[in-house]
């Protein structure tokens, strides 16, 4: 059996996803049109674009190979795959986007750019998707924030529905102690009135 290639893989992967959500969420109806897969398929070679910027006077490398491969690890492939410029290229030898994108950070790094530079540099060119994250300014921050946020208020609000019902499950507790209490005072009282009606029956007896 001929190996296949990570795309292949992807797709595979993709398509079991694809099958797991209709099972889980149902089929759609019939006419329902059938939401878009992301495609993990041949690149499109047309969506390169260069990011070319001239060096800076007295240019030196603005840092070591590692931290080149870092910030590679910070821009998306462009292919149409879900990976980072690095891992792409080291890891689809079919791809040709993220060699390109990795020879335009060589010339930004050796022309004396800094990551936030060269990072710029990208999202200019191809806009925020340029980026394996958004940005951490302007409404972008939700994007971090909003899930802790979400999840703090989900424990909140579960705190204090345990805390509510604890409360009336003592308080449950307390009243059917006092009912509890209650009746057994009034058992208590019938039978001490039962008691004294029998001695005033035999007082009136021994009178006569």
């Keep these: 059996m001929s190996a296949i290639g990570r795309r292949e893989f992807l797709a595979g992967l993709g398509g079991v996803a694809g099958s797991a959500a209709v099972i889980a969420l149902g089929a759609p109806e019939v006419g329902a049109q059938a939401p878009a897969q992301q495609n993990f398929g041949p690149m499109d070679q047309s969506v390169f674009r260069p990011t070319i910027r001239p060096a800076k006077p007295g ?71 340029a980026l394996t994250s958004p940005k951490k300014e302007g409404f972008n921050w939700a994007g971090y924030f909003a899930p802790a946020v979400v999840m703090g208020t989900g424990a909140v609000v579960l705190t204090v529905m345990i805390r509510k019902w604890s409360m009336e499950s003592r308080m449950a507790a307390v009243a059917a102690g006092a009912a509890a209490k209650s009746d057994s005072t009034i058992d208590a009282t019938a039978a001490a009135s039962a008691d004294e009606l029998a001695r005033l029956e035999r007082a009136m007896r021994d009178d006569h």
């Design 59 to 129: 240019a030196a490398p603005s840092m070591t190979v590692l931290e080149r491969d870092a910030l590679e690890k910070r821009l998306k492939c462009q292919c149409g795959c879900i990976l980072d410029v690095y891992t792409c290229r080291t890891t689809d030898f079919t791809c040709q986007i993220s060699p390109a994108m990795h020879r335009d950070v060589l010339r930004l790094v050796e022309g004396g750019y800094t990551g936030d530079e060269i990072l710029e540099a990208f999202v200019e060119t191809y806009g925020e998707v």
